[in-house]
Each structure stands twice: as structure tokens, then as C-alpha cells.
């Protein structure tokens, strides 16, 4: 086993900055993905973590763009019976054919930690899952699919306030539901689940990576920095390696479509903030 990363290329930016990087990263994506079709190669990116850190917020930003009929989002969602009884297979049957690009907004770690967190499965069939992840995903990547494994890392107070944020919005109030509340009572256990996969689970060739998702922005520019660090595909530009921060002359920010400009920093951080509730 390895220690997860912890990866940071980004800090703090000012959200002109994170539109430049955002686009400059699609582009790059989307010759990952040129690559990958005229090569036969097979791509399963895993993005994991609590309830509102901004697994598909995250994943629509690297999908939008890419060729629709060489790229899939997997989200399994409430398993069935079946699947759950069948859970390596349920995932099997969803890996990337070759030439395709395949985003899990959550994957099969939802054994790991959701389901027995919130008893959604029996215990044997957590510890099942525990002692075979490894050897089925040294079996995927023995048959040459390429896993990047994500966890988009918030703290209880964000994942608090974004619960609080959709509850009060009048187009997400859809997404906060009871099991998610549930969740959130379930904190520590849930925690402790996460650190047993990490210790039991990552691995030399599939390590968990960790990116703190309190900046929605960030988080979303280390995850397209670190996939695109990650492989190396035809035509893949240099990029800088130094962390942007935010630059105050660019003090104005979009919130609502509602454009705010001549921003003292304390106004600034607190309409950042907010935007990165959502």
C-alpha cells in the first residue's frame, strides 16, 4: 500500500484566471481524448467523496466539450438488488471500451464507504470488497485500462453550508435529500471508512489522490491538472507548473448573473465564497 496524494497545483484564483485555465484544460482534454480514440486506449477516472464536495459539478466542466460519442458519465446511483449482490461485475460491465474516456461520479467505492456507513450493505460484503478491490483493479489495468482515482475532500461546516445553500435555491433544492442529511449525522463513521480505504486501497499502480474541494474553482483546475499530468498522449502542450493565486486588479467576480466589479478583498472573499457553495 501507498500514502494518497495529496495534489495542489492551485491555490486560490480570481475567476478571470480560472475561465483562462478552465479553457486552456478542456483543450487538453479533449487531445487526451483524440489520443485515446486513434489509440485504443481505455480511460476510468473515479471521482469520490462526501455528499455536495463537487464530484459532478467537476465532471460536467471536463465533459461538456469532449466528443460525446467517445466519452460517458457513470453514475450508478441506488443499486439495485442484483447489482449489489453482483457489485464487480455491476462495475465491469460500465469500463471504457477502447477508445473511450469513462467519468465515475462515484464508482465502486461506494462499498468502501457510503453503504456500509449508512448499512447499505451487509458487512460481509464490505469486507468482500475490501479484500478484492485491489486484485480486480490490478485486473482492469493488466487489460489496459488507465484509472485515476479522485477524492474531492470538504470539511463538515462546507458540506453544512452547501447542504443549507441547495436546500434554499429555488432550482437545487432537488438534490438535498433525506439520505443526505442522514449522511451528514454519520460524519465520523463515514470518516472512518474513508481512511480504512485509503490505508487499504491505494495503491503503487492505482494510489488515491486527494483534492481539497472547499474551492470548488481549485478543485476543479487540480482535478483537469492532475488527469492531464497523469498520461501522456500526442500533442500534450507545456503548462505552467506554478500555482496561481489571486491577483486583486482582477477584483470582479460573477455571481447570479450578476456582475460585481472594484471589489475591495474582503467583499471579494466573501461573493467568492458564496459562489463556491454552489
Known sequence: MVEPKFYSAFENVSEKKYRKEKFRYQIELLKMQEWALANDKRIAIVFEGRDAAGKGSAIKRMAENLMTKHHRVVEIGSPTPKQN?????T????MPKNGEIVFYDR???SRAMIQP????CSNSQYKY?????????SGLIKEGVTLIKLYLSIDKSTQKKRFEMRKNHSLKYWKLSKNDLESLKMWDLYTY???EMFRKTSTKIAPWVVINA???MTARLNAFRYIID??????????????????MNENRIKLFNVSFDNLTREQYDLLNHIKQMF
Do not use: A
Request: hydrophobic residues 25%; proline residues 2%.
Open 91 to 94: 462495475f465491469e460491465c460500465t
Open 214 to 216: 472547499k474551492n470548488k
Open 107 to 109: 464508482s465502486w467505492y
Open 85 to 89: 449482490r453482483t457489485w464487480f461485475h
Open 193 to 195: 471508512y474513508k481512511n
Open 230 to 247: 497523469s498520461i501522456d498522449y500526442d500533442g500534450k502542450s507545456t503548462l505552467k507548473t506554478k500555482p496561481w493565486n489571486i491577483d
Open 117 to 120: 456507513t449508512m448499512n447499505y
Open 129 to 137: 470488497f475490501m479484500n478484492q478491490v485491489n486484485q480486480w483493479e
